[in-house]
T-cell receptor, first 117, second 113 residues
């Protein structure tokens, strides 16, 4: 099956710094990727939809200036948490849409654990 | 509005016993339905999915789920639970045609010897 990777898998940073998380589709091109956030013991909440070559669409309540999304190529989307604070600590998961060859399926990455001290 | 409800926050079963995890959904179009499993600190693993056709879907690890349109349900079942099945289980709707997933709040499964 298709594989989606995320890097890093785990990151610890100081408050006030920025952190970049990468989401890559390894064997297919993804025109659309999604970024989710998961709080402890909670479900996944969609943060934004990332479209290659255009601006991301953010869900209500998600600060677009804080969570910068760049979908630079058909295989890479990045989420940058700017000026991170402890409340940004969470598990961030991306998914990528594979719509090639008559398919239309989404695949999830393994997630990135962000801890802000 | 699209939503997914998993009524059971936590379930405990004995190893070897049968399991059923409930999922109800609300979706404005023909639903694509999914069950995912997540081990602590890990990502999501797809157990099974329903797009169309046979309403009883077989998945990995011996799991199956049945789509019941009249009840807006997509319950997950396993006839005999193994200790390694202990994890968090998420039901989701959507995800087709580039649409986002809507997740339930999850059911935490504990398996006792």
């Amino acid at each position: 099956g298709a594989v989606v990777s995320q890097h890093p898998s785990r990151v610890i940073c100081k408050s006030g710094t920025s952190v970049k998380i990468e989401c890559r589709s390894l064997d297919f091109q993804a025109t659309t990727m999604f970024w989710y956030r998961q709080f402890p013991k909670k479900s996944l909440m969609l943060m934004a939809t990332s479209n290659e070559g255009s601006k991301a669409t953010y869900e209500q309540g998600v600060e677009k200036d804080k969570f910068l999304i760049n979908h630079a190529s058909l295989t890479l989307s990045t989420l940058t948490v700017t000026s991170a604070h402890p409340e940004d600590s969470s598990f961030y998961i991306c998914s990528a849409r594979d719509s090639g060859g008559g398919r239309d399926t989404q695949y999830f990455g393994p997630g990135t654990r962000l801890t802000v001290l | 509005a699209q939503s997914v409800t998993q009524p059971d926050i936590h379930i405990t079963v004995s190893e070897g016993a049968s399991l059923e995890l409930r999922c109800n959904y609300s979706y404005g179009a023909t639903p694509y339905l999914f069950w995912y499993v997540q081990s602590p600190g890990q990502g999501l693993q797809l157990l099974l999915k329903y797009f169309s056709g046979d309403t009883l879907v077989q998945g990995i690890k011996g799991f199956e789920a049945e789509f019941k349109r009249s009840q807006s349900s997509f319950n997950l079942r396993k006839p005999s639970v193994h200790w390694s099945d202990a994890a968090e289980y998420f039901c989701a709707v959507g995800g087709g045609a580039g649409n986002q997933f809507y997740f339930g709040t999850g059911t935490s499964l504990t398996v006792i010897p």
